[in-house]
């Protein structure tokens, strides 16, 4: 069996040793990075999506999550309407509508031109980049996401007049097989600006956005025979610490990152399998894409290399008619995940307790649940996972015979990401806490 490395890092947030930091987080700050940055983000992936707002988040942006490509679209016509997004975020491959087709749409509306479009994207080859940059985006970043890389695209597009006036971001060479943005039209090699629109402020040295070597995980994987039994060779299953480490040392994130992965992954293999029994090739594609993208988050080297394989595999057959595919890897699929699982929970048995994102939080001796009420109602209205932790405040604050089971399944939908279900429970929760109050102050 292959060794794997599952010590959680040293490198974990420190709380505020004046308090428990609000997990609304504080006012915007002007020193933040990402400060009242206005973000769009397209992304099917409930995990992806956790990772990206959180580092977001962290960074000073304001964020709006859309599913897919359609429903990216309808939301920066209704963002429109009072302020559009500063910057889109575009997956790539996304259900319904794909990011190619959603961008194609938004460019097509004369409004919306001067919005920069990144691309959020696994696969870093040119012609990939030219699918991006013919459609319209402006630049690109590769899973797994990164909070270095991240801000330093999203900083490179803010408008001008958001720019700090130190430090401006650098633009992206545009070397073979880099990634980054798109040369601009008529300009030097190297600038960062799609045309019409001004480039970005240049540096005194160019700086890559994407290096392909940073982590093993982002770089192509080799794409073994079908046939090719699973690798012997000492490969850790995953790597805790560069997994850590490239969402900020966020310890707790990562560790709930894990759990959503064995809630929504563990039977994948099966899943996949049952798909193809039934010809439903584009099913069994979008779970092996899915696992893959998650899988680079773990620095999963093996499982990204086995999910690679059977995608390729799948990708050359008709994925909508159900052909029959050749001698799909599902076996070597298979192995790679089970071994993955396994590393996970043994990841998760070691866990220190004070990481733990399911432990309740301690009994404070006074709870304001209205202002509670309106915090978490705020937080589900941006669609933010930090929603979860307001939660689980307000079940430690409200002592309401019939509070219960409306905050059992509040917290459960947070916990799948459904933020309308969620609202749904809390607004039943305002009313039995506002009649509770009329009556106390009778």
Not at 272 to 285: M, P, S, T, V
Not at 317 to 346: C, H, N, Q, S
């Amino acid at each position: 069996t292959a060794d794997f490395r599952i010590d959680l890092p040293g490198n974990a947030r420190v709380p505020d040793p004046e308090g428990q930091q609000d997990p609304a987080g504080p006012e915007p700050d002007r020193a933040a990075p990402l400060s009242r940055l206005r973000v769009l983000l397209a992304e099917d992936n409930p995990i992806n999506q956790q990772v990206a707002m959180e580092i977001l988040e962290d960074a000073g942006a304001q964020v709006e999550i859309a599913s897919n490509g359609r429903a990216a679209v309808a939301a920066l016509e209704r963002l429109a309407e009072s302020r559009p997004p500063d910057v889109i975020l575009m997956d790539i491959q996304m259900p319904e509508m794909d990011g190619i087709e959603a961008t194609r749409r938004i460019r097509s509306q004369e409004r919306f031109r001067d919005i920069p479009i990144i691309a959020l994207t696994a696969h870093a080859m040119v012609g990939d980049r030219e699918k991006c940059f013919s459609a319209g985006m402006d630049d690109y970043v590769t899973k797994p996401i990164r909070v270095d890389r991240l801000i330093e695209a999203l900083s490179r597009w803010r408008r001008p007049e958001e720019r700090k006036a130190a430090s401006p971001p650098p633009p992206v060479p545009m070397a073979e097989g880099a990634a980054g943005a798109r040369p601009s039209a008529g300009g030097p090699t190297g600038t960062c600006a799609a045309p019409d629109r001004p480039a970005p402020a240049k540096p005194a040295s160019p700086v890559p956005v994407m290096d392909p070597d940073a982590l093993v995980a982002e770089a192509p994987v080799p794409v073994m025979d079908a046939d090719a039994p699973v690798a012997a060779a000492p490969v850790p299953v995953m790597d805790a610490d560069a997994s850590v480490a490239a969402i900020g040392g966020n310890q707790r994130l990562f560790l709930k990152i894990c759990r959503d992965f064995l809630d929504n992954h563990r039977n994948g293999a099966e899943q996949i399998r049952q798909a193809l029994e039934k010809g439903d090739n584009e099913l069994a594609y979008r779970l092996a894409h899915t696992i893959k993208g998650v899988a680079g988050i773990f620095a999963a080297r093996e499982m990204t290399a086995a999910a690679e394989a059977l995608e390729r595999n799948l990708r050359g057959a008709d994925r909508r008619t159900g052909a029959p595919v050749p001698a799909p890897p599902t076996e070597r699929f298979g192995a790679a995940l089970e071994k993955l699982v396994a590393a996970i929970e043994a990841c998760l048995e070691r866990r220190p307790p004070d990481a733990d994102t399911d432990a309740p939080p301690a009994p404070a001796e006074a709870i304001d649940a209205q202002a509670l009420v309106d915090e978490l109602s705020y937080l589900l209205r941006r669609n933010s996972p930090r929603a979860l932790e307001t939660a689980r405040r307000l079940e430690a604050g409200v002592a309401h015979p019939e509070a219960p089971p409306l905050l059992a399944g509040m917290t459960e939908a947070i916990d799948r990401f459904d933020f309308r279900s969620a609202l749904a429970f809390l607004d039943q929760l305002r009313r039995l806490i506002d009649a509770s109050s009329e009556r106390e102050n009778r």
